[in-house]
């Protein structure tokens, strides 16, 4: 796949105006099955699922000129203020796909970014902002086309995989699946595909309601997550394990059964910071409140019976997985036990989204 990009690459800007701008807006994603531990060029030791959001976007505007003494920079801004962190990032990125994209060394990029969602949310922003970027850089090629077709998305995921991996899910819509995995033909470590064909209808509609409990900065952060899985003890069994849960949600979604999709769910989460707690060295990211919400949730579930379980990213804000049917009943239940547990009563309600928008180009 990547020859295969490199060797259709357009050398020149020939063929774009003289300047333009492109703007999209992609969502961030929720794992249900956890990508965790990656090799080479970004590439994951395990299969990985994502539902993607709604509200919580990222919208990236690129500007683009190309008779200029700046030709072959970039200037990056986050909300309108220049972040030399996020450029350097930025930087990182577009000399890491130059090879995809030679004509880049022909413009001078104006790149603004925002999101939709506060920093350090539990909601990924390094996964919206690269989809979102990815779409940018991919559209610059096919700036005279019209519409965008499946190709299209296949090489964007592929992109934003190299910006971030969790990333490449965040480029479809609705539920997404990333890495080999040899229950599901199709599936690859290099792109995303789409997992929505495999959830019943009355899935469809997922709500995520994200309680945070903590919005500082992380300790300790995933790409570090990502490096201690390299020599973890327990690396070999996560990786069948991730490989085994992905097969059971799939059967689980198919036979439309909540208490296993909700038992694969709550596994891949609590596995996720049990290897955290196990490597070397160790790190908890959970908080007493993080627990506290676990504990109010099962309990719930136990009482009611409605569609409800949780997920957690690498951070203590737990995400509140419910359906449409539950609606009504989950968020009273979170209103009243679990908002007094938020930090400042705050929570994020989200649901599954339809993917990522094109916004303007001209
Ligand atoms: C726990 O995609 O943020 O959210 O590839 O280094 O950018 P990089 O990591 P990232 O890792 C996400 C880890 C996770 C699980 C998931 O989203 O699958």
Redesign the pocket.
């Known amino acids: 796949m990547g020859t295969k990009y490199i060797s259709e690459a357009v050398a020149d800007a020939g063929f774009l105006p003289e300047k333009g701008k492109i703007v999209w807006e992609s969502p961030s994603?929720i794992?249900l099955i956890?990508?965790?531990g990656?090799y080479g060029q970004?590439y994951p030791e395990n299969p990985?699922l994502?539902m993607s959001l709604k509200k919580s976007v990222s919208i990236v505007e690129l500007r683009f000129r190309k008779n200029t003494d700046k030709k072959g920079t970039v200037d990056f801004k986050f909300e309108g203020i220049e972040n030399q962190q996020f450029k350097q990032r930025v930087d990182k990125y577009l000399y890491q796909i130059a090879g995809y994209f030679p004509f880049l060394k022909d413009l001078y990029l104006e790149i603004n970014s925002s999101n939709t969602f506060p920093h350090s949310s539990g909601v990924?922003s390094?996964?919206s902002f690269m989809s979102a970027l990815a779409l940018c850089i991919c559209t610059l090629e096919k700036f005279t086309h019209q519409t965008y077709d499946s190709d299209f998305y296949q090489k964007a995921s592929f992109m934003a995989r190299l910006g971030?991996?969790?990333?490449s899910r965040s480029v479809l819509g609705k539920f997404a699946a990333w890495g080999k995995n040899p229950g599901f033909s199709g599936s690859s470590d290099e792109y995303a595909v789409s997992f929505t064909e495999f959830i019943p209808e009355n899935l469809r509609i997922i709500h995520d309601a994200v309680i945070i409990v903590n919005s500082a900065p992380k300790k300790v952060s995933?790409?570090q997550?990502?490096q201690l899985m390299q020599n973890h003890f327990y690396k070999q069994a996560r990786i069948q394990q991730a490989n085994t849960n992905i097969f059971r949600l799939m059967e689980a979604f198919s036979s439309n059964n909540w208490e296993s999709i909700s038992d694969v769910i709550e596994n891949e989460a609590l596995s996720?910071h049990a290897l955290m707690l196990s490597s070397s060295p160790g790190y908890i990211l959970l908080q007493q409140q993080t627990i506290d919400i676990i504990d109010a949730i099962r309990e719930f579930r136990k009482v009611s019976g409605a569609q409800i379980c949780f997920t957690l990213?690498?951070g203590p804000n737990v995400h509140v997985l419910y359906t449409e049917k539950a609606k009504q009943q989950v968020e009273t239940f979170i209103d009243k036990e679990l908002k007094p547990l938020a930090e400042n009563n705050h929570i994020i309600y989200d649901k599954t989204g339809e993917g990522p928008v094109l916004k303007e180009k001209f």
Not at 164 to 167: I, K, M, Q, R, Y
């Open positions: 994603n794992a956890k990508y965790w990656k970004q990985s994502s990924a390094s996964a971030s991996g969790s990333a995933s790409s997550g990502h996720l990213d690498a």
